[in-house]
């Protein structure tokens, strides 16, 4: 599948992989800041963005399309940052151009299988909506928050809503978020692997621990102290200087 991308600059290239239910400028506060000395590939992933729909949304196969667009933009010694969904995908690449890998972070996402989590509330209303036409933004917002979702994400959510039409392809996240919470175990994979944690967020526990370090042998885990799930969106400067301390810049 060919993947919507943003490529800037010049230098070792960095891909940027966003979670769900997001694209490609998710992580633009920390791309238009490597921008100056790499060259940054902000990437749609299937489903999403601008990118191509389709019914099936795994971790190889979305790995895979993320491999595509490496070879065909002739891409090596790649650094990978990917926040969570994102951050399946750059563990999965591993198995995928493990030749093309140089280095990997991943924020707030463990290589575990989750349980559905407070995204179904989310996809509820999100599959409502559709069912029902229901594109009027203030009608949408109102729903969304009878639901209980908090502001923040209502408006990280509609940033994906053009022109009275979702961006990401809600029907297929619905019907794969199975596979979106699922993690197949891979062998151990030996190259520098970050993970950055949300000290208030869910999703890397202590008890995740294990599965990282069993698969990722030489991980470095890093915590944010007072940050949720969306780390470089709450503490952009610390994640910010969490990376250039891991990448030597």
Known sequence: MKLNYKLQGDGQPIVFLHGVFGSLDNLNMLAKDFVQHHQTVQVDLRN??????SDKMDYQAMAEDV????HDLQLKKLILIGHSMGGKVALQLSQVIPDLIENTVVIDIAPIKYQRSANVIILRVLTYCLANQITDKKQIMDLM???GINDAIILFLLKSFKNEHWLFNIQAINEQYGHICDWQTISP???????I????????TDQAYTAIFEQFPNAKIEVVEGAGHNIHFEKTQQVLQLLHNWLGD
């Open 67 to 70: 491999a595509e667009l490496c």
């Open 197 to 204: 944690r949300g000290g208030n967020s869910p999703y890397i």
């Open 145 to 147: 928050r009878q639901e």
């Open 189 to 195: 994979w030996l190259k520098p692997t970050l993970f």
């Open 48 to 53: 999403h963005g601008n990118s191509p729909w």
